[in-house]
């Protein structure tokens, strides 16, 4: 199934106001003495994606540690792990689920939750320079729901040693590439429909980030930067802070179909 999916990867891939006091944290239905349940009929999101080297976090607490922290699974537990709603493969296993709800647990460096993928090298957390070898993601994905007064998603971004690169990010219904810190850095488009699927690749080699949505170039970055990763999924930017209904109906979400990472 994996090898389906990859097809249209693999053509990418070729050259070319003050906050009222939050409740509880969503919980997820689990079952199984490390919380991993099959989705009904359907296979695990590893079983539909090449997760071999990445690790998820999700917006929910991780009963293992003593402070709230959002739940990390790393491989292989990886391997054979869902957990509905916030990461789920699709009705027909032709893609994975991630959803982010407004109030879910978020890590220690931000105000807003995730069901993220986050690229790995093995057990060890990647790490790759923008000046040295070719460092290519593709994602093909379509972002299906986006929280309420706030709808804003980031789907897929580059990290560095300390902070975002670069980021495909939809507010509302414009999808833009944003560079680090300065927002709305490119628009791509002011007409996404939700559930609309495109591919979105980034391509890093030679001090530069190039970015391209449906093979269109979008633009290209200056980069130099070590501690470099790839992070792919839902990254809800809000918060019961700022959007209502403060509960887990409330979120943000995507839906991967394919997804590859490449380095040379």
Not at 34 to 41: K, N, Q, S
Not at 99 to 123: D, Q
Not at 242 to 262: E, H, M, R, W
Request: some cysteine; glycine content about 8%.
């Amino acid at each position: 199934m994996r090898k389906t999916l990859a097809i249209a990867v693999a053509l990418a891939l070729s050259p070319a106001g003050s906050a009222a006091a939050e409740p509880s944290a969503p919980e997820a239905t689990a079952s199984g003495a490390d919380g991993a349940v099959p989705a009904a009929g359907c296979e695990a999101p590893a079983q539909v994606l090449d997760l071999a080297n990445w690790k998820v976090t999700l917006p929910v607490d991780n009963p293992d540690k003593e402070d709230v922290q959002p739940l990390e699974i790393t491989q292989p537990q990886l391997d054979d792990y869902t957990l509905d709603p916030w990461f789920v493969t699709g009705e027909n296993c032709d893609g994975v689920r991630f959803r982010a709800p407004v109030n879910g647990v978020t890590t220690r460096n931000s105000r807003n939750p995730r069901s993220e993928l986050r690229e790995m090298k093995g057990s060890r957390l990647a790490s790759w320079s923008a000046t040295s070898g070719k460092h290519t993601m593709v994602i093909d994905q379509a972002i299906t729901e986006l929280p309420k007064r706030r709808p804003h998603v980031v789907a897929g971004q580059i990290h560095d040693a300390s902070d975002d690169v670069a980021v495909f990010r939809l507010e509302g219904r414009k999808l833009w590439l944003t560079n680090g810190d300065t927002t709305n850095h490119r628009l791509i488009t002011d007409d996404y429909v939700l559930g609309t699927r495109f591919v979105a690749k980034f391509e890093v080699s030679g001090g530069e980030v190039r970015a391209f949505y449906n093979g269109r170039l979008v633009d290209t970055i200056d980069a130099d930067f070590t501690g470099g990763y790839f992070k792919a999924g839902a990254y809800t930017q809000a918060n019961c802070g700022n959007s209502k209904p403060c509960d887990g109906d409330n979120f943000g979400q995507v839906t991967i179909y394919g997804l590859a990472v490449t380095h040379s």
